[in-house]
C-alpha cells in the first residue's frame, strides 16, 4: 500500500491531481486501503474519488462508473448494506442507460446489486434479480463465463432463505 502513496505523490506532483493516470492512482489506492481493513478510510477515499472523476472526466465515463461501483462495494463492506444498495441501484441505472443493458460491466453491477440486495433483507428481490441475470448472462456471456457461474450459484442458494 505505501508504493500506492508514492505513486499517487508522483502522479500528482507530475501530472496533476486531475489527470486520468493520477484518478487511477488514487482508485488502486482506495481499494488497497479496503483490503488492508482501513475501510472507513477507503470510503472516504473513494467519495472524495467519485467526485472528482464526475467533475474531471464525467458522469458517464467507465472510470467513473468504476469508482462508482468501488464505493457501493466498500460501503456494503463497511456495513452500510441499505447505502450501498442505493448506490448500486443508481450505478445499474447509469450504466443501463450509457452502456445498454448487455454490457458486461451492466451485468457484472447487476450480479452486485442482486447481491446486496439479498444481504439487505430483500431476498425475494434478490432471486428474482438473480433468475433474470441468470437467462442474461448466458445469453450475453454464454453458459461457461465466470459471471454466469456466479449467478447460478446465487441463484441456487438465496431461494433458500425464503423456504
Known amino acids: 500500500m505505501e508504493h500506492s502513496r508514492g505513486l499517487l505523490v508522483d502522479f500528482e506532483r507530475v501530472l496533476g491531481s486531475d489527470h486520468p493516470h493520477t484518478l487511477t ?6 481499494f488497497w486501503l479496503g483490503q488492508s481493513g482501513a475501510l472507513a478510510e477507503a470510503v472516504g477515499e473513494q467519495r472524495a474519488l467519485v467526485a472528482d472523476c464526475q467533475r474531471v472526466l464525467g458522469s458517464d465515463h467507465p472510470d467513473t462508473f468504476a469508482a462508482r461501483s468501488n464505493l457501493a462495494t466498500q460501503l456494503s463492506e463497511l456495513g452500510a448494506v441499505a447505502e450501498a444498495v442505493e448506490q448500486f441501484r443508481a450505478l445499474v441505472a447509469d450504466c443501463e442507460r450509457v452502456l445498454g443493458s448487455d454490457h458486461p460491466d451492466t451485468l457484472a453491477n447487476r450480479i ?41 450459484s446465487n441463484l441456487a442458494g438465496w431461494p433458500r432463505q425464503l423456504g
Open 25 to 30: 492512482a488514487r482508485l488502486n489506492l482506495a
Open 112 to 152: 452486485r446489486l442482486a447481491s446486496w440486495l439479498g444481504e439487505s433483507g430483500a431476498v425475494a428481490e434478490a432471486v428474482e434479480q438473480f433468475r433474470a441475470l441468470v437467462a442474461d448472462c448466458e445469453r450475453v456471456l454464454g453458459s461457461d463465463h465466470p459471471h454466469t457461474w456466479t449467478t447460478r
